[in-house]
């Protein structure tokens, strides 16, 4: 699991060293979920189920722009996580097995359903209710970006205008 998790991190770190700077928000994380999925296919044959223990590992990338907290866990057993509040933009990519998750949202009152197969994510954006249901045996990656305002927001809210 280790060795997976260092791997996905050096990944993260070249593809977000290629995306430019400028790119933010949940395109962000739309490009970086296509990029994520085709270099862990390279890579998934190596990863083995055996001996899978519940565990989890975090790693945090920030750069002038960006803050992405990385996230992996592995689920021995099937697990759940109930009506969480997105709080941070977020991609979720189920590495190994399958994963169900339900997403509310509460200005249409509509539920929607997505079943996550091995290398496929989804992008969920910040403010809705999710339930997620964990298969067994299952890895799971999450990139969580955090809000980072940009120098030009900065400027704009410590400047005051006279005539």
Do not use: W
Request: hydrophobic content about 35%; charged content about 30%; aromatic content about 8%.
């Amino acid at each position: 699991m280790k060795n997976l998790s260092e791997q996905i991190d050096i990944s993260i770190k070249e593809e977000l060293a290629l995306i430019n700077s400028k790119i933010n928000g949940l395109s962000l994380l739309e490009i970086l979920k296509y990029r994520i999925i085709d270099r862990l296919k390279k890579f998934t044959p190596s990863i083995s189920v055996n001996n899978l223990e519940n565990s989890k590992t975090e790693t945090i990338f920030e750069d002038k722009t960006r803050k992405i907290n990385i996230k992996i866990q592995s689920f021995s057993s099937s697990s759940f996580d109930l009506n969480s509040k997105i709080e941070h933009d977020i991609l979720f990519i189920c590495i190994n097995q399958f994963t169900n998750i339900s997403i509310k949202d509460f200005e249409t009152k509509k539920n929607f359903i997505f079943k996550c197969i091995p290398m496929t994510g989804i992008v969920i954006s910040k403010g809705l209710n999710c339930t997620r249901d964990y298969k067994k045996n299952s890895i799971i990656l999450e990139l969580r970006l955090e809000d980072k305002p940009n120098d030009i927001e900065k400027l704009s809210e410590n400047t005051i205008y006279t005539k």
